[in-house]
């Protein structure tokens, strides 16, 4: 018997799983069932109705074959046709009260997680709708953000931004990838890439996700003793883009999941530190971020068959994802907001100190032209001084300082310009 309402878990098995599925109809269901497994990873699932019809599908096998183009399994049931009339009485008495069995078979090698829902037709395909557009819009908000990261990029200059947006790309690519969007819309004649394309996804998210976290937080400066080892953390990441062309499945997802829970768990630390020296930034990444390291452990504890599939469990990355990215989008706002704010204060502080400088200028000149005007009046009162001097030398080498009458030099000049005279105008004089 199943132990949990939302599905089967058998952890990382090897084993091949039949499950067993008893119906009963009533006139007032229908006979348009649809059964759900929504678990896109999983490798083989072989589907044996109620009149032996078989169909085979799997994340091994093109998307394209399956019974019905979804992102998860889906098969059509149909309660038995058989007629009553031609089985025993107890067989007649359960195909007249519709009752029927269906069988699958499940075997992957990576987690193995069987979430099962049985659903009418009608309801299956307004649930699908619903649940398209609402992801599709979850999807668009996100890839949205990456851009307008990417345009801030531009702008600033500031790699902050460049890493958000490929951590929010990769973000997008991930869970196209783990909820079967991929394997429907992007390859779905490529089963052998969309086996492997989850582990690659989560491996790019892991990787640009610790960059941006390194950057965001500043560890080089705020926490320098755990910035190498968030590097460290990184490199694992990129590992996993290649470990699952040499490894199987499970080992790999062993590996990201470990290494995921270790590189927040590190994440978290460096917050911390950050935070306590003061920074904003740290606090909306340990509010963004607690939630995600819980979903993610969560998760984990699920995949090796401690926890139970459970709401939190199946949805719980899922939801704290978007929840980080979203958090951490508005923290890089207020980011925006902050250096829009420094960048004032440095204009106003520039302004200032403009006008500081124009006015010592203006003093300096004032002063200057203060010292010109006073150095101007004292060449000229020297000036003045020299003349009314040479005036005096001169009337005392020309006049005798007894009588005060004029001497033989002043006659000798006087006689020297007469005989100029004459000689020029060709005059005589007399003396």
Not at 66 to 73: C, N, S
Not at 252 to 260: G, R, W, Y
Not at 391 to 419: E, F, S
Request: glycine letters at 6%; aromatic letters at 12%; one cysteine or more.
């Amino acid at each position: 018997p199943a132990e949990s309402s939302l599905g089967l878990n058998f952890g990382y098995s090897q084993s091949v799983w039949w499950v067993k599925i008893d119906l009963q109809s009533t006139p007032d269901s229908g006979f348009d069932w649809l059964l759900e497994v929504a678990f896109p990873q999983l490798d083989r699932v072989d589907f044996f109705g109620p009149d032996g019809e078989q169909i085979t599908t799997g994340d091994t096998f093109p998307a394209a074959s399956r019974p019905i183009l979804h992102r998860h399994f889906v098969f059509p049931v149909f309660p038995s046709r058989i007629s009553p009339g031609s089985l025993p009485n107890g067989e007649a008495n359960s195909a007249a009260n519709g009752r029927s069995t269906i069988y699958l078979r499940i075997a992957s090698e990576g987690i193995l997680i069987v979430p099962l829902t049985l659903w009418q037709s009608a309801a299956f395909y307004r649930d699908t709708q619903s649940s398209y557009v609402l992801l599709t819009l979850l999807y668009g908000a996100i890839l949205m953000l990456g851009l307008f990261n990417l345009l801030l990029y531009k702008d600033f200059d500031d790699s902050v931004y460049l890493k958000f947006a490929l951590f929010a790309f990769s973000i997008v690519f991930a869970q196209f990838t783990v909820n079967g969007f991929a394997a429907e819309m992007l390859w779905p004649r490529f089963p052998e890439w969309g086996n492997i394309a989850p582990l690659v996804g989560a491996a790019i998210c892991g990787c640009t996700g610790m960059l941006f976290i390194r950057r965001f937080l500043d560890t080089v400066r705020t926490a320098p003793w755990l910035d190498g080892v968030i590097l460290a953390f990184a490199g694992l990441f990129g590992l996993g883009l290649v470990t699952p062309l040499f490894l199987a499945a499970p080992l790999v997802s062993i590996q990201l999941s470990f290494v995921a829970m270790g590189g927040l768990l590190v994440a978290l630390v460096a917050a911390i530190q950050s935070a306590r020296r003061g920074s904003g930034a740290a606090r909306w990444f340990l509010l963004a971020s607690t939630p995600l390291f819980a979903a993610v452990v969560g998760t984990v504890m699920r995949n090796i068959n401690v926890l139970p599939v459970n709401f939190f469990t199946l949805h719980g990355v899922r939801i704290s994802v978007v929840f980080h990215v979203f958090v951490l989008s508005y923290a890089l706002a207020q980011k925006i907001s902050a250096t829009q704010k420094e960048r004032d204060l440095s204009q106003s502080e520039a302004l200032k100190t403009r006008q500081k400088l124009v006015e010592t200028l203006r003093r300096s000149e004032q002063e200057l032209e203060s010292r010109v005007t006073e150095r101007t009046d004292a060449l000229e009162q020297a000036n003045a001084r020299l003349r009314e001097n040479e005036r005096q030398l001169k009337d005392a080498a020309h006049t005798d300082p007894l009588t005060g009458l004029a001497n033989r030099l002043l006659l000798d000049v006087h006689l020297q310009h007469a005989i100029q005279t004459a000689r020029r105008e060709k005059s005589s004089f007399a003396l």
